[in-house]
């Protein structure tokens, strides 16, 4: 069993910074792919970044490429999702996911989800 819990969320203006962390609570992280996703209301949940296993491979929306980087650090079992320039479109839930095969993550079909970590970007 995984448990994520995503921190960092908050209340910003437009062109402000925020850090995601993402803490799993697992034996052996460096078997997950992790990835970051967005839920913004009445819309679908969407792919943000995603990392593989080694932290060597990156995939990113179109949206925020540039703008958002995601990375890892295996020895504390976390995983980051820095955004710059933040954008009033990018006010969402922020959820966290984690899978053995980073296919399954990019394809919203991770076997393990947090809760959840609000960021709202005013203009």
């Known amino acids: 069993q995984v448990q994520l819990v995503e921190s960092g969320g908050g209340l910003v203006q437009a062109g402000s910074s925020l850090r995601l962390s993402c803490a799993a609570s697992?034996?052996?992280?460096?078997?997950?792919?992790m990835g970051w996703f967005r839920q913004a209301p009445g819309r679908e949940r969407e792919l943000v970044a995603a990392i593989s296993r080694d932290g060597a491979n990156t995939v990113y929306a179109d949206s925020v490429k540039v703008r958002f980087t995601i990375s890892r650090d295996n020895s504390k079992n976390t995983v980051f999702l820095q955004m710059n320039s933040l954008k009033p479109e990018d006010t969402a839930s922020y959820y966290c996911a984690a899978d053995t095969n980073i296919v399954a993550v990019v394809t919203r079909r991770a076997d393990y989800w947090g809760q959840g970590t609000q960021v709202t970007v005013s203009s």
């Open positions: 697992v034996r052996t992280f460096t078997y997950f792919a």
